[in-house]
């Protein structure tokens, strides 16, 4: 399981100043230690050479932050994208089944494409929140699809051509379907993690080791750098899984057509 992943099971307020108050208190905490207990003479006279590099490895972290924040809002938004894309194609395939002439195939098909739209309500999307394999009730139920628009029978040419804009729209949707399950589990690995807590941590020791004189004023520094650190974690986490947390993408789409379902 994801580091990020555990953490989302916390309500997003809550973990936003756990997050903030658990860096500040480090980086205060690392400071105020590191004066009490350790006396280096050369601080002040290396002052000048410590700033500089620490204003180097804050800068090298802040790429790393900014990569890392790109990386998953990047990931958000194509998942928003995928799914969106298929909440559209649905839509057209429930209204090309919808408005078919023949109505006793319509019927027939729509019962068993309003079942599909169920299992993913109610099985996809709760699975995907928790990062498990996709049902397979409901990929039988999607199989389903395709074989009740594969038994019908069109009578005329007119017909015939609905009947081959069903079939688009159903592996449009096949398409987009794939697209956003594999969206689903693309969190960021472990071995990227470590990168990102090491940096973070280097950092508020170099804020340490510069020669501040007033303490309290040393300790404030590295506390509200810290708590911007975690600031920064904190988007990171809940925009690591689209589909998981507070923040995740949700069936709208699919709910539409069953609330248009029940207007007729």
């Known amino acids: 399981m994801s580091f990020s992943y555990a953490l989302l099971s916390v309500p997003p307020v809550l973990l936003m100043l756990l997050m903030l108050l658990v860096f500040a208190f480090t980086g205060g905490l690392s400071t105020w230690l590191f004066r009490k207990f350790i006396r280096v003479r050369v601080l002040r006279s290396h002052n000048e050479v410590t700033g500089n590099i620490f204003a180097c490895a804050g800068g090298l972290y802040s790429l790393l932050l900014a990569f890392v924040v790109f990386l998953v809002w990047d990931g958000f938004n194509d998942a928003g994208s995928h799914a969106d894309m298929e909440f559209s194609v649905a839509k057209g395939l429930y209204r090309d089944i919808q408005f078919y002439p023949d109505t006793a195939e ?37 199989d389903n699809v395709f074989i009740a628009i594969e038994q019908m029978q069109p009578q005329n040419i007119n017909l015939n051509a609905r009947s081959d804009e069903m079939f688009r729209h159903l592996n449009e949707l ?39 004189e007033n303490m309290r004023l040393h300790i404030f520094l590295s506390a509200m750098l810290g708590a911007f650190i975690g600031l920064v974690i904190y988007l990171i986490v809940i925009l690591d899984y689209p589909f998981s947390g507070y923040l995740s993408i949700q069936p709208t789409g699919y709910r539409e057509i069953l609330q248009w379902e029940k207007a007729l």
């Open 174 to 212: 096949a398409t987009n379907r794939s697209l956003r399950q594999l969206s689903a589990n693309t969190g960021i690995p472990f071995e990227l993690w470590l990168p990102i807590l090491i940096g973070g941590l280097i950092t508020l020791i170099f804020v340490t080791m510069l020669d501040i």
């Open 106 to 142: 319509s019927g027939r098909i729509k019962r068993v494409y309003l079942e599909y739209i169920n299992k993913v309500i109610t099985e996809e999307y709760p699975a995907m929140g928790r990062l498990e394999p996709m049902p397979l009730s409901s990929k039988k139920a999607f």
